[in-house]
């Protein structure tokens, strides 16, 4: 999920929101507003009748429990999110209320649930053995999962990187691309039987950016250098476990963060800002992952990075592209580009949600398209598209119109592309449940159903029937 980081006047935010690294505002580009939104009918969009319908969540942002079963710390664990400085404990409370999870699925009607394996519940300290207690949680969940006719997507790391992990140096270490490969293959012997769809890492853009180099997310690293070893370390981890597990009816790929990064202005400063950007959060992955190399303008700084082989293993092993869609970036030229937070901008006057990310349907466009026209036209599943909007809590049922008018938005853009050649396998929405929200806490409600975080109780919204009944019409 790509928004922006800081806030419009260039500081970094004292709650960064979990998809500001791509806030901006696209001028004069309106979706349908709550008064109008009405149900899709069948006859209007039409979409492929294997096209992956689902929904998407991560266990940090939903389990709670941290302390459960011998689960080890992450670094995420200790950050203190949204107005009431809250951390990840309970969240939805899903590691205990999981059933109900499940049953919620069922009525929702998805063919696909993605969901993330928590790294630090199996393997919890250094050279510790495996914590069966943890494995066996997410083998009775896929389990669940199946029985009620959805298809399992394994995520298998979302940012919830193991605290010991990171003190033998995270990804700025080649050798942390081995620690992965040992924790994904015990997941994929345990559960490989059951599940075909596998995604090695949650956005390693955003993590390389937001973690080791603006160094505003854990672990908080500002350094030019981590920054190039985490963006080639998570390649090779992704390259090396797709090419592992390529076989015949599994699909394999990464999930990254898009957005557009456009110039705040005309200026030539601002375009060439923006372009430095794009560089270094978007084409440093794409190139080595579809393309076989790095950007021109990147290949000196990856040089001492790359070992024989390198590329070609990274080049075309992912069966599929996953993006997670939230806006764009508008970016002007600052002194120290493309780490400064004073480049990011603002233009007033756009629909924003409640996470103050501007409602940009069309740059969900412009990103297939690229990928259309300029990379071949891979296999692309959008992984995760969503919105937070305040809600009335009090009435009998929930009544979220503002996401309902922002999904319905997004889909008519997907479906208009689709006709038009991209190659669009899936779309699933953020999230099935209000959760943490990273550094928002939970300040944000990104849910088609509310949480009570106090209770653990969960009630359908209004865009929960809503899109069960899109859902339902497209399979009709």
Same mark, same amino acid.
């Given at each position: 999920?790509?928004?922006?980081?800081?806030?419009?006047?260039?500081?970094?935010?004292?709650?960064?929101?979990?998809?500001?690294?791509?806030?901006?505002?696209?001028?004069?580009?309106?979706?349908?507003?709550?008064?109008?939104?009405?149900?899709?009918?069948?006859?209007?969009?039409?979409?492929?009748?294997?096209?992956?319908?689902?929904?998407?969540?991560?266990?940090?942002?939903?389990?709670?429990?941290?302390?459960?079963?011998?689960?080890?710390?992450?670094?995420?664990?200790?950050?203190?999110?949204?107005?009431?400085?809250?951390?990840?404990?309970?969240?939805?409370?899903?590691?205990?209320?999981?059933?109900?999870?499940?049953?919620?699925?069922?009525?929702?009607?998805?063919?696909?649930?993605?969901?993330?394996?928590?790294?630090?519940?199996?393997?919890?300290?250094?050279?510790?053995?495996?914590?069966?207690?943890?494995?066996?949680?997410?083998?009775?969940?896929?389990?669940?999962?199946?029985?009620?006719?959805?298809?399992?997507?394994?995520?298998?790391?979302?940012?919830?990187?193991?605290?010991?992990?990171?003190?033998?140096?995270?990804?700025?270490?080649?050798?942390?691309?081995?620690?992965?490969?040992?924790?994904?293959?015990?997941?994929?012997?345990?559960?490989?039987?059951?599940?075909?769809?596998?995604?090695?890492?949650?956005?390693?853009?955003?993590?390389?950016?937001?973690?080791?180099?603006?160094?505003?997310?854990?672990?908080?690293?500002?350094?030019?250098?981590?920054?190039?070893?985490?963006?080639?370390?998570?390649? =090779?981890?992704?390259?090396? &476990?797709?090419?592992?597990?390529?076989?015949?009816?599994?699909?394999?790929? *990464?999930? #990254? /963060?898009? @957005?557009?990064?456009?110039?705040?202005?005309?200026?030539?400063?601002?375009?060439?800002?923006?372009?430095?950007?794009?560089?270094?959060?978007?084409?440093?992955? =794409?190139?080595?992952?579809? &393309?076989?190399?790095?950007?021109?303008?990147?290949?000196?700084?990856?040089? *001492?990075? #790359? /070992?024989? @082989?390198?590329?070609?293993?990274?080049?075309?092993?992912?069966?599929?592209?996953?993006?997670?869609?939230?806006?764009?970036?508008?970016?002007?030229?600052?002194?120290?580009?493309?780490?400064?937070?004073?480049?990011?901008?603002?233009?007033?006057?756009?629909?924003?949600?409640?996470?103050?990310?501007?409602?940009?349907?069309?740059?969900?466009?412009?990103?297939?398209?690229?990928?259309?026209?300029?990379?071949?036209?891979?296999?692309?599943?959008?992984?995760?598209?969503?919105?937070?909007?305040?809600?009335?809590?009090?009435?009998?049922?929930?009544?979220?119109?503002?996401?309902?008018?922002?999904?319905?938005?997004?889909?008519?853009?997907?479906?208009?592309?689709?006709?038009?050649?991209?190659?669009?396998?899936?779309?699933?929405?953020?999230?099935?449940?209000?959760?943490?929200?990273?550094?928002?806490?939970?300040?944000?409600?990104?849910?088609?159903?509310?949480?009570?975080?106090?209770?653990?109780?969960?009630?359908?919204?209004?865009?929960?029937?809503?899109?069960?009944?899109?859902?339902?019409?497209?399979?009709?």
């Amino acid at each position: 999920m790509l928004s922006s980081l800081f806030s419009a006047d260039g500081t970094v935010s004292p709650s960064m929101r979990r998809r500001e690294l791509m806030k901006s505002a696209a001028a004069g580009l309106l979706v349908t507003t709550a008064s109008d939104a009405a149900p899709i009918l069948s006859t209007e969009l039409k979409f492929p009748t294997d096209f992956a319908w689902g929904v998407s969540t991560s266990a940090l942002q939903i389990e709670g429990s941290l302390a459960a079963d011998g689960r080890g710390p992450s670094i995420w664990d200790n950050v203190n999110g949204g107005v009431s400085r809250s951390p990840p404990e309970p969240a939805a409370s899903h590691y205990r209320l999981w059933h109900e999870d499940i049953r919620l699925l069922q009525m929702l009607g998805v063919s696909a649930y993605r969901y993330s394996i928590a790294w630090p519940r199996l393997f919890p300290k250094a050279s510790a053995p495996l914590n069966e207690a943890g494995l066996a949680f997410y083998d009775r969940l896929t389990d669940a999962v199946l029985s009620v006719g959805v298809e399992p997507w394994v995520c298998l790391h979302h940012w919830d990187l193991p605290e010991w992990v990171q003190q033998q140096g995270g990804w700025i270490r080649r050798d942390t691309v081995e620690r992965f490969l040992e924790y994904a293959r015990t997941v994929v012997r345990r559960l490989g039987d059951r599940v075909r769809h596998w995604i090695p890492l949650n956005e390693p853009n955003i993590v390389a950016y937001a973690g080791y180099g603006a160094g505003v997310w854990p672990p908080k690293l500002m350094n030019e250098e981590f920054f190039f070893d985490a963006v080639h370390h998570q390649n =090779l981890a992704i390259g090396r &476990l797709c090419r592992e597990l390529r076989q015949p009816g599994w699909q394999v790929g *990464p999930v #990254l /963060a898009f @957005g557009p990064i456009r110039p705040a202005s005309g200026d030539a400063r601002d375009v060439a800002a923006a372009e430095l950007q794009r560089l270094v959060l978007e084409d440093a992955f =794409l190139g080595p992952i579809l &393309l076989g190399h790095y950007p021109e303008a990147l290949k000196i700084r990856m040089a *001492p990075l #790359l /070992a024989d @082989g390198d590329l070609g293993t990274i080049h075309r092993a992912a069966d599929f592209i996953g993006i997670n869609y939230y806006g764009p970036m508008y970016r002007r030229a600052w002194p120290g580009a493309p780490f400064s937070n004073d480049g990011n901008v603002k233009l007033e006057g756009s629909p924003v949600t409640d996470g103050k990310i501007v409602i940009d349907p069309e740059g969900l466009g412009d990103i297939l398209r690229l990928l259309r026209d300029h990379y071949d036209n891979p296999p692309v599943v959008i992984t995760e598209n969503g919105a937070a909007f305040d809600e009335n809590v009090q009435d009998a049922q929930i009544q979220d119109q503002n996401r309902i008018a922002y999904l319905r938005a997004h889909l008519q853009v997907a479906n208009r592309e689709l006709s038009t050649g991209s190659n669009l396998r899936g779309y699933f929405v953020w999230t099935l449940l209000d959760d943490w929200e990273w550094t928002s806490g939970y300040d944000l409600k990104y849910g088609l159903v509310h949480v009570n975080f106090e209770t653990g109780d969960r009630r359908p919204k209004s865009s929960f029937d809503w899109y069960s009944s899109i859902i339902r019409s497209a399979r009709d």
